[in-house]
């Protein structure tokens, strides 16, 4: 793998919801930035925090499932 030294940019096809702007997207080397095009204000995440809240989402919807399948 290839360390980013430098921020890596990017924008979405499609506006976001009722704002209909184009979101960028920028990846740092261990954080990651979105903010409406035109806009400032930045939201960054560390990609652990992302990776964490990824896995609970997805061993909460595993767990649902589990669920739905017990009720039947």
Known sequence: MTTLVKPIRGVTIEPYKHY????????????ISLRLKGTRTAYEIPVHHLMDDLCQREA????HEKRARRKR
């Open 60 to 63: 909460r919807r595993i767990a």
């Open 20 to 31: 209909r702007r184009a979101i960028v997207v920028t990846l740092y080397a261990d954080t």
